[in-house]
T-cell receptor, first 112, second 114 residues
Framework: DQQVKQNSPSLSVQEGRISILNCDYT??????FLWYKKYPAEGPTFLIS?????DKNEDGRFTVFLNKSAKHLSLHIVPSQPGDSAVYFC???????????FGQGTTLQVKP | NAGVMQNPRHLVRRRGQEARLRCSPM?????VYWYRQLPEEGLKFMVY????????ESGMPKERFSAEFPKEGPSILRIQQVVRGDSAAYFC????????????FGDGTRLSIL
């Protein structure tokens, strides 16, 4: 029972263009959402988060959009850079304990 | 991932031995979470601890696995009588609070069972 899904295993984008990574969830009790970037042999690095009371949060080149009615969130990276090439995980938490439920990840490749 | 320290980075054990994984949270963080990533899978929650207390262990196998976060010292994830299926990357994360606060991860311990 996958409560958080990233349906695209991989994405390839040209340097300078926009990268859009998508994530769907099923549990309407989730109230906090996060995006992490992960390189091989390292732990996930926190990128950006959004509370369920908002529909958009922006931090530099990274913007997260939340559509609660569709139970969908997306991460926009613009402009994309070769150093952004990594695996991106979306995660969701329910307020009671804060434990994170992760998607399966999307591998982003940014080509020079 | 500076801040959350995990050791060892790599641990090799034979079947039946015990594995002890350590995690020191970021300064000022009193909430610790353990996750496991099996080969070809995503990260799965195991246990959530706040100083000296286990808050949620719903993701931890009922047998052989235990966790603690003592008043002094790091959090410990202990696996007794390891089996091949325990081979995985184990990640620790910490946060300031359980509510609407990002969790920051260490670089993990890669456990290999011979």
């Amino acid at each position: 029972d996958q409560q958080v899904k990233q349906n695209s295993p991989s994405l390839s984008v040209q340097e300078g263009r926009i990268s859009i990574l998508n994530c769907d969830y099923t549990n309407s009790m989730f109230d906090y959402f996060l995006w992490y970037k992960k390189y091989p042999a390292e732990g996930p690095t926190f990128l950006i988060s959004i509370s369920s009371i908002k529909d958009k949060n922006e931090d530099g080149r990274f913007t997260v959009f939340l559509n609660k009615s569709a139970k969908h969130l997306s991460l926009h990276i613009v402009p994309s850079q070769p150093g952004d090439s990594a695996v991106y995980f979306c995660a969701a938490s329910e307020g009671s304990t804060g434990k994170l439920i992760f998607g399966q990840g999307t591998t982003l490749q940014v080509k020079p | 991932n500076a801040g959350v320290m995990q050791n060892p980075r790599h641990l090799v054990r034979r079947r039946g031995q015990e594995a002890r994984l350590r995690c020191s949270p970021m300064k000022g963080h009193s909430h610790v979470y353990w996750y496991r990533q099996l080969p070809e899978e995503g990260l799965k929650f195991m246990v959530y601890l706040q100083k000296e207390n286990i808050i949620d262990e719903s993701g931890m196998p009922k047998e052989r696995f235990s966790a603690e976060f003592p008043k002094e010292g790091p959090s410990i994830l202990r696996i007794q009588q390891v089996v091949r299926g325990d081979s995985a990357a184990y990640f620790c994360a910490s946060s300031r609070d359980r509510f609407n606060q990002p969790q920051h991860f260490g670089d993990g311990t890669r456990l290999s069972i011979l």
